[in-house]
């Protein structure tokens, strides 16, 4: 009888529920890890792979997922080590980014600032968790959503 290991594996990639699964995990772990520049492949490879709109859900979620550690790691373990000049400079903003921080963190999103540095930095103002994942969430989606376009047309 021939066995072949490898033969499965054709078949699990056929489950477009599983991709998105895989997709949203790794999507996830590289944000948490803070390695810049993989989201937008990441989602131009899986709308390729996926329907569009299961792609960009999959993606955003996955990015989601992936900065609530880095803003909750950040706020414990930053917001008592930061140095005496950057927490002066910070002062500034505390009490403009507490009554709009989720606006703040939605234009600099939108503008493409780094992820894991606003990630950080959000989480050294007072700003509610909540806020920053919604900000976060709806901030993202437009670059997401056309690279995963980008990747479905390509595979068209």
């Known amino acids: 009888m021939d066995v072949n290991p490898l033969g499965m594996v054709p078949m699990l990639f056929e489950n477009e529920a599983l991709i998105a699964l895989l997709v949203f ?6 944000v948490a890890l803070w390695m810049p520049g ?8 899986s709308g390729a792979m996926l329907s569009l709109w299961l792609a960009a859900a999959a993606v955003a979620c ?4 992936g ?16 140095p005496f000049r950057i927490a002066r400079f910070l002062k500034r903003f505390e009490a403009r980014f507490g009554a709009h921080g989720a606006w703040f963190v939605l234009v ?14 959000s ?4 700003i509610r ?6 900000a976060t969430l709806v901030g993202m989606s437009p670059a ?3 690279a995963a376009a980008t990747g479905a047309a390509i595979a068209g």
């Not at 900065?67 to 930061?82: G, N």
């Not at 989480?123 to 007072?126: E, F």
């Open 144 to 146: 997401i959503i056309l």
């Open 62 to 65: 996955g990015a989601l997922v």
């Open 67 to 82: 900065s609530m550690p880095v803003f909750a790691m950040s706020r414990y373990f930053l917001s008592d080590h930061v």
């Open 123 to 126: 989480a050294l103002m007072p």
């Open 129 to 134: 968790a909540s806020s920053f994942a919604m």
């Open 108 to 121: 600099l999103r939108l503008g493409g600032a780094p992820h894991a540095l606003v990630s950080a930095s």
């Open 25 to 30: 995990a790794g999507t996830a772990v590289v």
């Open 38 to 45: 993989f989201l937008l492949p990441i989602a131009a490879s």
